[in-house]
Nanobody, 122 residues
Framework: VQLQASGGGLVQAGGSLRLSCAAS????????IAWFRQTPGKEREFVAA????????VYTNSVKGRFTISRDIAKNTVYLQMQSLKPEDTAVYYC????????????????WGQGTLVTVSS
């Protein structure tokens, strides 16, 4: 399975974007699909995760109430709806699937998308 992330772009503070993570070459068989983000010189940071079967979600504190992760089983796609964006949300966003351990640790994930850049201007 290959993951394809898309939807990034330039937006003003307070604006919205929706990121997509589509699976190709198969279907999501992973239990958990997550979004991470990374800025230069920093480690990849957990943003949100969703369970593929039940749709249960979890978020890092800094995005709670602003971001929504969801999945569309028919389209084999996971979304990250981002609202009330802030300049500190600027990063390359990655989707990932199938953690072998703790869901919020990047090194636990086997499959990664290529990343999509989100830039929030002040």
């Amino acid at each position: 399975v290959q993951l394809q992330a898309s939807g990034g772009g330039l937006v003003q503070a307070g604006g919205s974007l929706r990121l997509s993570c589509a699976a190709s070459g198969g279907t999501f068989r992973a239990a958990i699909i997550a979004w991470f983000r990374q800025t230069p010189g920093k480690e990849r940071e957990f943003v949100a995760a969703v369970t593929w079967s039940g749709g249960n979600t979890v978020y890092t504190n800094s995005v709670k109430g602003r971001f929504t992760i969801s999945r569309d089983i028919a389209k084999n796609t996971v979304y990250l709806q981002m609202q009330s964006l802030k300049p500190e949300d600027t990063a390359v966003y990655y989707c990932a699937a199938d953690p072998s351990g703790t869901y919020h640790l990047a090194h636990e994930y086997e499959y990664w998308g290529q990343g999509t850049l989100v830039t929030v201007s002040s």
